[in-house]
C-alpha cells in the first residue's frame, strides 16, 4: 500500500527558513518523478517543485530560487528546502509522484507571518 507522510512544517517569519520530509512506503521513489505540491487557503492543490528520475529538477516560478527539492533514495525520502519564506508561501505541503496518484498523506502545515 502507497503511503506518504511529510513533516517538518512549521510557523516562521518572513524570510525564514524550513526544510519539509516526505518518506514514501509502497512505492520506490528512485524509479518515479516525485513532486512537492501546495495548497494554499482557498486554492487548488498546486505542484510547486518536482525532481525527475535522474536528478533534473523543475519549479514553478514563484519559488524559483528560493526552494530546493533534493531525494535520498536509500531511505526513499524526498525533501524540500525553502528559504526566504514569504506569506504568499502559507498552505499545507504534500508530496506525491508526479503525475499524481490518488493517494495523498496528511500533509504538512507551512504558516508564515509577516
Known amino acids: 500500500q502507497v503511503q506518504f507522510v511529510e513533516s517538518g512544517g512549521g510557523l516562521v517569519q518572513t524570510g525564514g527558513s524550513l526544510r519539509l520530509s516526505c518518506t514514501a512506503s509502497?512505492?520506490?521513489?528512485?524509479?518515479?518523478?516525485m513532486g512537492w505540491y501546495r495548497q494554499a487557503p482557498g486554492k487548488q492543490r498546486e505542484l510547486v517543485a518536482r525532481?525527475?528520475?535522474?536528478?533534473?529538477?523543475y519549479y514553478v516560478d514563484s519559488v524559483k530560487g528560493r526552494f530546493a527539492i533534493s531525494r535520498d533514495n536509500a531511505k526513499n525520502t524526498v525533501y524540500l528546502q525553502m528559504n526566504s519564506l514569504n506569506p504568499e508561501d502559507t498552505g499545507v505541503y504534500y508530496c506525491?509522484?508526479?503525475?499524481?496518484?490518488?493517494?495523498w498523506g496528511q500533509g504538512t502545515q507551512v504558516t508564515v507571518s509577516s
Open positions: 506525491n509522484t508526479v503525475p499524481q496518484r490518488d493517494i
Open positions: 509502497g512505492i520506490p521513489i528512485s524509479i518515479n518523478a
Open positions: 525532481i525527475l528520475r535522474f536528478g533534473t529538477t
